[in-house]
């Protein structure tokens, strides 16, 4: 058994803390795409590793105890992490091998003794200072729209190649895949909240219900139903 909780933070960079304290270890666990990347640090180990905004269905051995994450708001791990996104998709990656050794030490000392892992753990990834691309949240907001990439790069006053470049940079992939992984990360959403397939599939931009159940398969790997 899992016990999943998410938190607002009042940190600008991140969509959320978590945290998700488990008591077997014996089964696996699927992270699907949503445009994200996420800092995490598991407590039983003391790690702190990175996930990676990812493509396609990450399957992974379950964490036992408990894990705590920040969560970046999509295109913004470079702020925080210091490194272009592409250089993580689909990645798990050790901090240490992104941050000064020193500095992946502290953090994981002050997190041992912390009273709130994840307010820890948001103030220490935020303080980072990395430069980032501040056309990102309008790209972003272009992109859920689902305006065309020669719309989006005419919106931001940039050619269609610098869109591309710095979609790479950001999200990890360029314009269309992150299309592809907003609309399916809001469709997931809106089923999970109790959306009909079909309605949701309409209202999010799918041709229909059947072109929502093969993104699915394409991104999650599994069925819908499966995946809920």
Not at 26 to 32: D, F, K, L, P
């Amino acid at each position: 058994m899992s016990d999943y909780t998410e938190r607002r933070t009042r940190q600008p960079l991140f969509a959320c803390t978590w945290s998700r304290s488990t008591a077997d270890a014996s089964g696996s666990t699927r992270v699907v795409p949503d445009g994200c990347a996420d800092v995490l640090w598991h407590q039983e180990t003391g790690r702190l590793f990175v996930a990676g905004p990812d493509t396609r269905a990450h399957v992974g051995e379950q964490h036992r105890g408990l894990l705590v994450g920040v969560r970046f708001k999509p295109g913004l791990a470079p702020a925080g992490l210091g490194v272009p996104s592409s250089e993580i998709r689909d990645l798990r990656v050790d901090l240490d091998l992104l941050w000064p050794g020193d500095r992946v030490r502290r953090l994981a000392d002050a997190l041992a003794v912390a009273a709130s892992p994840a307010a820890v753990l948001a103030d220490a990834v935020a303080a980072g200072g990395f430069s980032w691309d501040r056309s990102v949240p309008g790209l972003v907001a272009a992109v859920r729209r689902g305006e065309r990439v020669s719309e989006v790069a005419a919106s931001l006053g940039l050619t269609e190649r610098q869109v591309h470049r710095r979609c790479l940079a950001a999200f990890g992939y360029g314009p269309k895949v992150l299309q592809r992984v907003l609309r399916f990360d809001a469709a997931l959403r809106m089923v999970r909240e109790g959306g009909s397939l079909a309605a949701v599939a309409y209202s999010v931009g799918y041709s229909d219900q059947a072109h929502f159940s093969r993104e699915v398969r394409a991104l999650a790997g599994v069925s819908v139903s499966a995946l809920l």
